[in-house]
């Protein structure tokens, strides 16, 4: 894809939803961070369900360990890996605590120190809670960058990196939530809705679909 291609593409993303946003519901940096862990291998609308009654009882890192890892577990069993989640979360909660005054630190080092927090994790959370131009990189992510040939790359590192040199800088801070909508709702991994999506004219998917 030619840089004028990638302004038209991006361009094209922002008239559509010019402020898009994570569709997980938190308040502040720690109820993001637990929110985008539980995330892992489910859904949001699952997250948002469990998280609910979740952080109206912890949302704070020294009110989830009063919750106790039993209690904590309670509240997010419907989600996908829980136990292991649950473990990650307390641990994360104490040394929130221990290290950084109960705040979430806003520095990839130190965020990626945190247990169940990976590059991704952060990459969302640097972004979302601190306004920093990262972009996270999903299996949606992925997908799209691929298969419409905006930053081709064999893992989701290289397509980060790729996607960061090649997106124009007035993109790049909402980058991560354009693309990931756009392959969660239009490019979809089976059957993208070609015929609908608002960068076909720029796509260079030799398999997409006409209207």
């Known amino acids: 894809m030619t840089p004028a291609a990638r302004r038209h593409f991006y361009a094209a993303l922002r008239a ?80 929130l605590l221990e290290r950084h005054g109960g705040e979430v630190p806003a520095d990839r080092a130190a965020l990626e120190a945190l247990p169940g927090v990976g590059r991704k994790t952060a990459n969302v959370v640097l972004n979302a809670a601190f306004g920093e131009p990262t972009i996270a990189v999903d299996t949606h992510i992925f997908r799209v960058a691929n298969r419409t040939g905006l930053a081709p790359g064999r893992t989701p590192r290289a397509v980060e990196e790729q996607l960061l040199t090649v997106t124009p800088p007035e993109f790049r801070q909402h980058a991560h939530h354009w693309l990931l909508l756009l392959g969660r709702y239009v490019c979809k991994a089976r059957r993208p809705d070609c015929p609908s999506c608002p960068v076909r004219r720029w796509c260079e998917y030799p398999e997409k679909r006409r209207a």
């Open 16 to 95: 559509g939803n010019p402020q898009p946003r994570t569709e997980l519901e938190y308040d502040g940096p720690f109820q993001l961070l637990v929110a985008v862990i539980l995330s892992a291998q489910a859904t949001d609308k699952s997250v948002n369900a469990a998280t609910k009654k979740l952080f109206e009882l912890a949302p704070t890192p020294a009110s989830m360990l009063l919750l106790g890892l039993t209690g904590l577990k309670r509240h997010i069993r419907t989600i996908g890996l829980y136990n292991t989640k649950a473990l990650h979360l307390m641990a994360t909660a104490r040394l």
